[in-house]
């Protein structure tokens, strides 16, 4: 998407008033963090917010309402680019992120609904700002607010100083959104308790206060809000998931037909439910069962349910009739439930687009449903309850939540009038257009202050660090044991008098941008630079390594080439644009692609390059000829056997990725700005992966029901 057009996915009119996440599908925690993300990079890319100080006194300034997983990622996407802004951030409640603070019996997974999709088991978000691992929502909270703590804590020098000013305001009341006419303001007046820039209570400001002011730009970012109904909040804590201790079975009527109502269902009548680790236990190696469902997934409607049925009756171990079977023998004993729903028959829970029920939650209820642990209704709620003798309190009501009313409270009537005058009535439910939970965002954008267009005028200091993702540490254990066993080969051998450095760099896809990321810090040897450059990224058209990349040739330094001619190379092929200067003592420079096989399905991503080692020199006699590429080829060969291997590592997986079903286009030819300086090496083979590879190693908590660590009666959003 241009730009402009993300904006504009989220502003009111033409007022500056964005409105994040309130009527998405899709309202994860993590699509909300994408959307807030996308939401500051078009903002700040865009020059709508300033990086660059205003004059004295006409200092920029935002209202962020909702201090939610949407909210707080906004304001510190805008606290991380350092623009020349005061942020005041307005919290209804006593703490930041209430809604999921203190929640044990719910759990926050990244991608679940993104099953059975590649890479949908991974359980980290993988965001560049408040990033978190799944787990029970309320550990997700500590992880965020601890980072959060982090980005807002004071500097310890001049030059780290927040550009941006934050003040965070929790219990506020009274919340108020207008604008005068003809005013390119818009005024909040509030009733609320100032905290300290990580929401705890402030000495200073103990007591509530009433006070209003002008905003350049308001935020409402009010994301899940609470049931109607007056129902039990989603996020508080119930035992409907935990063994009954009174003896008799236990009725509950489960009323909705969203996300919310499938999973507290499944937590009534399934032992031992957790929804990310049940996938694992109901699907394990089927992978053709897998293909199968990956087809189906984004069918429509009654298709997908004939689909399902389909496959129901397919008796081998690539139908549903043996997962069926298995989740038959984890039905509670202790539980039975009536599903309270507005459609007649389970097929139009399928066929109903109004209806906003994740792949994999409606096949669970299907393979639930077949398996009798349940019975559909949509009998009158109050007749239910007689016919099944049902109290309230095992009533639970799932039918969605306030998110209109919420933001209509906080516009004022003024402001309201107006908006329905130019047929702009978001409290009705009329909306710009759809906001993207799709990474827009260029990789390494907040990893750095101000526009893209500063770029090449950042010092050599900041580039050190600078344009980071997110790095799993496995995926950086991985890539330093095989960069410290290269280091030491060489230097066995070699003996070099200077400095000597080895990295690996791997290929990701951050959006639809192909990047390469160093995975680890150098290993080596007289290496005194220890500030931290692990997790950077860079283009793949970039340097030695964006040669090899291109090429899928090893490339290295001309022997013999002068130092001059090497850093002219450098400086050409936009090596100083990207990180820092290399140091004009480097007298050679090597890049050992990592290949997949380039047919059609044998490699995952854009390129058939799964990464890079990289390496390079000081000592002016340092050279690797062919003979000594070859032997480092066959120790990252023997690198790739061991780390290729299924279950290797028990919990450290290689999180999967989907292989590309075109074959891969020829590789291209060394640029000409490089060729004095650099060759391309076609003696010695490149080390090649059996099949798809990515190197994407992270820790994973799932687990079988034998493990010791395996919990009951836990739901998972």
Partial sequence: MKLKEIVEAYRIGDLPLMVLGTYEKGVTVYAQQVRALNLAYGLVEGGTVPTAPRPAGNKFRIAVVGGGFAGLTFAAALIAKGVAADIDLFEKRDTLLPLQHGSDARWLHPRIYDWPDYGSKSQVAMLPLLNWTAGRASDVVVQTLAEWAKLTAPRESSAETLATNIRVFCNSRHLQVDRKKHSKYLRVEWVGERRKPDGTIDDQHPTPRGDSENYNLVVVAMGFGLERDEAHSYWRNDVAGQPGLDG?????????????????????????FRQDRILDELFPERAPLLGRLRKLRDMNGAAQFEALEKLWRDPSPSGLRVVGDALAMRLRRDTEAVLHLKVRRMADLFGSASLRISFQNKLLVYLLYKCGGFVPSDHDLDRLKREHNVEDRRVIRRHGTNARADLAAVLSDGLSASLREKGEDVTAGKFPGEQPSTIEWQGGFF??????????????EAKAEWRKEYLPDATKMMASGLSSAIAGVLIARKKPSRRLRVTLHRAMTLGQEELLQQCCEYAGQEIDDTRASAGRTLNTGVATIGQAYKTRRIVR??????????????????????????????SFVAAIPILEPEIAGGFAGKSPVAGILYLDAMDPTFFLDDHDLEDLSEVIRNWLLAIERPGAFGRIQNVEHPPTAAPARPGSVISDKAKDALEVVFTVAPPQAKGPFHINFDYTDLAGLSSSSAESGTGSS
Avoid: C
């Fill in 557 to 586: 330094s001309r022997k013999a080439v002068d130092r001059q001619t090497l850093d002219k190379a450098m400086n050409d092929l936009k090596l100083n644009d990207e990180t820092r200067r290399m140091s004009r003592d480097v």
């Fill in 248 to 272: 008799p079975r236990r009725t509950y009527i489960v009323s909705g037909q969203g996300d919310g109502a499938m999973i507290d269902l499944l937590r009534i009548r399934v032992s031992q």
């Fill in 447 to 460: 990893g750095f202050r101000g526009q893209t267009k500063v770029m090449k005028s950042l010092s050599e």
